[in-house]
């Protein structure tokens, strides 16, 4: 289970309404996403504050997700 951190940060999976998605980037502020499989296009979060994380990077790595 995930720490309990508000703020998401690159490599870290999140939910975001229904959607499962990781974090691959933030710049300027703003959150960016995309879903777990490779090659998909990013979108932006539009509530970064209402964002849940997940699992963090390091979980990710360490379950071989990564």
Known sequence: MSENRKTPSVGDE?????TIAIVTDI?????????QGRGAPEWPA??????????????????GDL
């Open 14 to 18: 999140v939910e975001e309404g229904r």
């Open 46 to 63: 539009e509530k970064p504050e209402s964002l849940r994380i997940r699992r963090t990077r390091v979980e990710l790595i360490a379950a």
């Open 27 to 35: 710049r300027g502020g703003v959150v960016w996403l995309r879903p």
